[in-house]
């Protein structure tokens, strides 16, 4: 059986989902079309896209736009989930800086592929990285921004008792980026007991050797884990700052 074939019956699932929902009244119909539509479409522009990029001769000034896209549209998503009240070039250079330190890296030291601009790595590890790199700066970003603002009294008295604008945030920061990273952690601790992870699934499905593709996954989790502890460290770095002037003030937002 040829993938068109395989990804023509696959299409039943979402049919099986469809009449799921309307047997028991979900009202989920047409989200899951919606959904299911869109995912085929913005899929198969993806693998065109790919597919030039992968073809003979690699051109690294294309493969780095590519990377450039990815990143410019994960800060997007990244700034309106936090507030879209923050600039977007702070969001933009917090993921920039840990896509570029973590993917190189991984790239010259771990992977050592034969060109720097290997697509096959580079664009995967890239992706991988902003993806997860994009959750944890939202999750952190938003919980520090939101709860700067609703604990203003707090750090007004911070500051009037002689704290730094640093002092006086630090337990919130804290908080911001363990709230950010603890979700990495607490799914490294269980996975390959309670879960095998998607990427050793689809190594698998691919024929990869199972050692390697655990081999693979290792780097990719270490990878994720340093991406998302960094990201956050940044991010929170540049919100807390917007919330203060030059005089060590406080901004109400």
Known sequence: MNFATQAVWAIGLVGAAFALSSWQKLGLEGSLILAAGRAVIQLAVVGYVLAVIFAPPLSPI????????????????????????????????????????????????????QVWYEPRFLIALGAIVLSQAMNA?????????????SNSLEIETRLSL?????QA????????????????INAMSIVGLATIPEIVSGQLLGGAEPIQAIAFQIVILFMVLFATLLVTLLV?????RKFFNAQAQLIRW
């Not at 700066?137 to 603002?149: D, M, P, V």
């Not at 929170?236 to 807390?240: E, K, P």
Request: glycine share 8%.
């Open 137 to 149: 700066a939202a999750i952190s970003g938003e919980r520090l921004f939101n709860t700067l603002k």
């Open 236 to 240: 929170t770095s540049g919100i807390w």
């Open 62 to 113: 294309l493969i780095l736009f590519v990377l450039g896209v990815l990143v410019m549209i994960s800060a997007i998503v990244t700034r309106n989930r936090i507030s879209q009240k923050l600039p977007l070039p702070g969001i933009v250079g917090s993921l920039l800086i840990t896509t570029l330190v973590t993917v190189a890296y991984v790239q010259l030291i771990v992977v050592q592929p």
């Open 162 to 166: 002689g704290a730094t604008p640093a």
């Open 169 to 184: 945030i630090e337990s919130y920061r804290k908080d911001s980026i363990r709230a950010g990273v603890l979700p990495v």
